[in-house]
T-cell receptor, first 111, second 112 residues
Framework: NAGVTQTPKFQVLKTGQSMTLQCAQDMNHEYMSWYRQDPGMGLRLIHYSVGAGITDQGEVPNGYNVSRSTTEDFPLRLLSAAPSQTSVYFC??????????FGPGTRLLVL | SQQGEEDPQALSIQEGENATMNCSYKTSINNLQWYRQNSGRGLVHLILIRSNEREKHSGRLRVTLDTSKKSSSLLITASRAADTASYFCATDKGSNTGKLIFGQGTTLQVKP
């Protein structure tokens, strides 16, 4: 199993541009989440999903959209990037509502 | 706001010494977890302790939980240079949705 994969690994955007961060898992996990990590801080929850077709907001959802059309994929969309969204983004999944499996992260720089 | 607050923010010890990190949280929980993050990498799950447990061991790791004080500690015994990483506690805030709230982490440096 590949586990949780994220693409791209690194991205540079200009303010106002849009992009989608991809996340996929091959473990048939129901629960998936997106976090952002800023320097010197822990992870903050952006959005999460408890199954295909069901999503909800986390702590810092503004500026981000998600959808969950399949169990495997959970893309995160930035509609109009802002410098404040410069961060490292982690996707995670779990099957038992407990142990989370994390992807390697996407480093995003918004100029 | 962060559910978990960790202490200390940074810790530097010599190889072979024990490292203790503390985590405090604010709301009721079903469980508390500890994760490790090597520089530039994703987080890796270390250990989970349930709200009805007081202590748990896994190899060189020992976790305690005091729900009356809303606090937990992670002890790494006989530390190695390879233990150098950031360590985060995470709680579920009593929900069953698979969402976790993370602390700000403790950065551990183990000097050879």
């Amino acid at each position: 199993n590949a586990g949780v994969t994220q693409t791209p690994k690194f991205q540079v955007l200009k303010t106002g541009q849009s992009m989608t961060l991809q996340c996929a898992q091959d473990m048939n996990h129901e629960y998936m989440s997106w976090y952002r990590q800023d320097p010197g801080m822990g992870l903050r929850l952006i959005h999460y999903s408890v199954g295909a077709g069901i999503t909800d907001q986390g702590e810092v959802p503004n500026g981000y959209n998600v959808s969950r059309s399949t169990t495997e994929d959970f893309p995160l969309r930035l509609l109009s990037a802002a410098p404040s969204q410069t961060s490292v983004y982690f996707c995670a999944s779990t099957t038992d509502q407990e142990t989370q499996y994390f992807g390697p992260g996407t480093r995003l720089l918004v100029l | 706001s962060q559910q978990g607050e960790e202490d200390p923010q940074a810790l530097s010890i010599q190889e072979g010494e024990n490292a203790t990190m503390n985590c405090s949280y604010k709301t009721s929980i079903n469980n508390l977890q500890w994760y490790r993050q090597n520089s530039g990498r994703g987080l890796v799950h270390l250990i989970l302790i349930r709200s009805n447990e007081r202590e748990k061991h896994s190899g060189r790791l020992r976790v305690t939980l005091d729900t009356s004080k809303k606090s937990s500690s992670l002890l790494i015994t006989a530390s190695r240079a390879a233990d150098t990483a950031s360590y985060f506690c995470a709680t579920d805030k009593g929900s069953n949705t698979g969402k976790l709230i993370f602390g700000q982490g403790t950065t551990l440096q183990v000097k050879p």
